[in-house]
């Protein structure tokens, strides 16, 4: 199949429009769509990603308007949307449009992304577009467009050229139709903001929504049923003594890539790090082309650069990837979420 890679949003937007599969970018992920009113071309979607079909997809839309001709949006559904839309949250709302893909759900997930021209893109597609993140199902979302070319270029009808992700994890999900709101999935727009609006705010899957304060130090994580957002390498998930003891000894160094904060954080591990860096370069690897270090300062940074790493790694064909505890505080809930679903074991 021939993919039309371009940044003109009206031949994009005429491929959806025709029922063909577009991948693109939003502030969070890239996604890969199709008109919410076409269900065979958003089935597509379920075949290129390898997605299981009870997993129902969220539909993207321009404007609050739009939303409202579609779904019941309430009182705090509006305020919600007031508040953080354009942005990374996505409402479960009751549908009013039975038509629209999910056809047998009587619910749909509703998201504005941030950048005005998907959204003009959104528009020109018709007014609604279904899609979930662009990856194969299981593995990590993509944010980077080489790594989208790489996986959907021949597979796709379109890749919509535009700015790149920057949050660098999937949306927030909450749920306003159960007797609750309730938080689905952990993300940017934390549960601490959410309850300003949503007091009643509850958390159906605790593996989901481990509470902000209760975790200084995550070890590998409990096993739970599905592997989610993993690369292919291992993913350990340590605390900040143990990533400097890692990088120390014990890890082959060209088997093993390390993702963490800043050497002026740690005296220590800015001495090691410089050891394992001559190490690498004395073996001949400091040219690699991967670099087998990622340091960031704060938690948002280390989100947004994740997935891009994961994805470096698996690539390089690193077996471990030696991931620090995130910094409690702003930015912890959804990267310690993803980062434990990354570690568990397969
Ligand atoms: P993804 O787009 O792959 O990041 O995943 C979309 C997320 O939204 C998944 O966790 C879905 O289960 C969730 N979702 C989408 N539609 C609904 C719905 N109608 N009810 C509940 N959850 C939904
Ligand atoms: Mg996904």
């Not at 994009?12 to 199709?34: D, S």
């Not at 991967?290 to 947004?304: G, I, K, L, P, R």
Request: charged content about 25%; glycine content about 6%; aromatic content about 8%.
């Amino acid at each position: 199949m021939k993919t039309l890679i371009s940044s003109d949003v009206r031949l994009l937007a005429n491929l959806i429009q025709e029922g063909k599969v577009v991948v693109f970018p939003t502030e969070t992920v890239y996604g890969i769509g199709a008109s919410t009113k076409n269900e065979v071309a958003c089935l597509r979607v379920y075949e290129i990603k390898g997605r299981p079909k009870d997993n129902p997809l969220i539909a993207h839309f321009h404007s609050i308007e739009e939303i409202e001709k579609v779904c019941v949006l309430g009182e705090l559904g509006r305020k919600l949307l007031e508040k953080y839309a354009p942005g990374p949250l996505t409402l479960i709302l009751p549908k009013k449009d039975k038509f629209l893909f999910p056809k047998e759900l009587d619910t749909l997930a509703v998201r504005i992304p941030k950048n005005p021209v998907i959204r003009e893109w959104i528009k020109l597609s018709g007014g609604a577009i279904s899609a979930p993140s662009a990856n194969l199902s299981g593995r990590p979302s993509l944010t980077k467009l080489a790594d989208v070319v790489r996986y959907f270029d021949g597979k796709v009808d379109g890749i919509l050229i535009a700015e790149e992700p920057s949050y660098g994890i999937e949306s927030t999900v909450v749920s306003l139709v159960g007797e609750h709101p309730a938080l689905l999935r952990p993300g940017s727009i934390e549960s601490k903001e959410l309850k300003i609006i949503l007091p009643e705010l509850v958390f159906p899957n605790p593996f989901e929504t481990l509470p902000v304060e209760s975790v200084s130090h995550v070890p590998l994580s409990p096993g739970t049923k599905y592997k989610h957002y993993a690369p292919s390498a291992q993913v350990l998930l340590v605390s900040t003594d143990e990533f400097v003891q890692s990088l120390k000894a014990g890890f082959d160094p060209k088997a093993t890539a390390w993702i963490g904060f800043s050497l002026s954080s740690n005296e220590e591990k800015g001495k090691v790090l410089s050891e394992r860096k001559d190490v690498l370069s004395k073996e001949g690897e400091g040219s690699l082309e991967f670099d087998h270090f990622s340091f960031v300062s704060t938690n948002e940074e280390y989100t947004s650069k994740l997935y891009a790493f994961f994805e470096a790694c698996d690539l390089a064909k690193v077996q471990t990837i030696i991931c620090e505890t995130p910094k409690p505080g702003k930015g912890w809930e959804g990267l310690i979420n993803r980062l434990e679903k990354a570690s568990l074991r397969k």
